[in-house]
């Protein structure tokens, strides 16, 4: 097996908005050292005060290095066929890639990370970076902070690694495609291995514990296996990415529950990484007012404080997709609902349209009653039209309609739940699309 053992030195921490400083390449046939390559690199911006002051190189050190376009070829052809190996290989690795692909050449090489390896092989340390690493394996750096000293050391962890039998983690390794090098630095690999492959929201937590992004899956591994892969290299993943520290779930029994117990934890949590669901809500509804010609009219407006619509949504697209839907169901005029802006040429009759009009109120008052989905062997409660709760009711029978008393005990065995636009959408979506898995209560 051969391996190249990289570092490397740039002006920041992000491939797409900094440049490489300085790179080392030590190459390895798994036995011993092949060869080395060094070469500092001209990032063509300023290299910032706090990173001089760490790996010593300067502004003038890099005016007459060779730019990465001029060194990519043999740095590309040295990489090449080669099992790219790096101290947290995710970092050295996003940067080599990118600046290749920005000079021409697509790198596609297995990676492996030797701070997951030495995990592994040598338990028990209280931490894994380079200088506490070598420091406990007794392992002289030489140009602490510069490529080519902190690549040599890699070097020597990587051998020490092969010597305690560790050319078996490293076949394992990469035959699982680098799973765990995707995972986030932070990240204990056993968090990956005991997520389940069931329906259930997940919780991302930073070190102290809290919760920085929650999300839902119909197969929990799979969606947070998803977040992991690929090669975005935007500062916004990255930095997401390090936050990391543990994950937590909640198994749900379908989806559907994932997806309104996903949107209570956003709400209740407000994980800094949520984004979807944490937009200001510009409300709005479907209006009911009567007109000076006597006409029963709908309108979409705005939502207001002291005025209550038929319906409200969260999204003005919404709003109008229910309001044609009453049209076409109801057969009401588009004019007569500020749809269609063309003038017609006969009305229709005042006391007929009005009359459907009722229709639609009478409609949307019976999609208020109170009713229980069932979930397998969770209920949903909605009372007179808002969202309640939901729990378990394994020893509840549910029949339709649903009578009084055993309606008591199933808001009995609810966990009770703020309502929000996001789980009311759901709900009507639902009702619209599974009208069958509705019990009604009977008032």
């Known amino acids: 097996m051969r391996f190249a053992v990289v570092d490397i030195e740039t002006t920041g921490g992000f491939p797409s908005q900094h440049g490489i400083t300085e790179i080392a390449i030590v190459l390895h046939n798994g036995t011993e050292i092949e060869g080395v390559y060094e070469t500092l690199v001209n990032p063509h911006q300023p290299i910032p005060p706090f990173v001089i002051g760490m790996t010593g190189i300067t502004n003038a050190m890099v005016e007459a290095a060779p730019s990465f376009s001029e060194v990519a070829p043999q740095i590309y052809n040295l990489l090449k066929n080669r099992v790219f190996v790096a101290h947290n290989v995710n970092f050295d690795f996003s940067f080599v890639k990118h600046h290749l692909q ?11 990370c030797t701070i997951r390896l030495s995990r592994k092989v040598f338990p028990g340390f209280p931490k894994y970076g380079l200088g506490h690493l070598c420091r406990q394996l007794n392992i002289e750096i030489e140009n602490r902070h510069r490529a080519g000293g902190d690549a040599k050391a890699t070097a020597k962890i990587l051998d020490m690694v092969l010597q305690n039998s560790g050319e078996r983690l490293v076949k394992e390794m990469l035959q699982k495609e680098n799973r765990e090098q995707l995972m986030p630095p932070n990240l204990p690999a056993h968090y990956l291995h005991d997520l389940p492959q069931e329906p259930g929201v997940y919780y991302f937590q930073n070190k102290q514990d809290k919760v920085v992004y929650v999300g839902k899956a119909k197969n929990v591994k799979k969606r ?17 990415l390090r936050e990391i520290y543990s994950i937590r779930y909640a198994i749900c029994p379908t989806e559907f529950i994932a997806s309104l117990l ?18 200001f809500e510009q409300l709005w509804g479907i209006y009911l007012f009567e007109d000076n010609r006597g006409y029963k009219r709908l309108a979409i407006d705005k939502k207001h404080k002291n005025t209550q619509p038929l319906q409200a949504f969260s999204l003005l697209a919404d709003a109008h997709r229910e309001l044609w839907r009453w049209v076409r169901e109801f057969e009401l005029h588009p004019a007569l609902c500020f749809l269609d802006k063309t003038i017609p040429n006969e009305w229709p009759d005042v006391q007929l349209h009005n009359q459907q009009v009722e229709k639609v109120i009478a409609w949307i008052a019976e999609e208020k009653a109170s009713y229980i989905i069932q979930e397998k062997n969770t209920a949903i409660l909605v009372e007179k039209g808002k ?31 703020a309502e929000n636009e996001v789980i009311k959408s759901m709900l009507r979506k639902y009702l619209e699309r599974y009208p069958h898995r509705v019990v009604r209560i009977v008032e």
């Open 387 to 417: 969202f309640v709760g939901m729990g378990t009711i394994d020893h509840i029978e549910v029949s339709e309609p649903l009578e009084p008393t055993y309606a008591a005990a199933i808001k009995e065995a609810v966990t009770p739940y």
């Open 102 to 112: 920005e000079a021409g050449f697509d790198l596609h090489t297995p990676k492996l």
């Open 262 to 279: 996903e949107s209570i934890e956003i709400k209740r949590l407000w994980p800094a990484y949520n984004k979807s669901q944490k937009r």
């Open 224 to 240: 947070v296996l998803s977040h992991f892969t690929g090669l975005d290299l935007s500062k916004k993943r990255q930095d997401f």
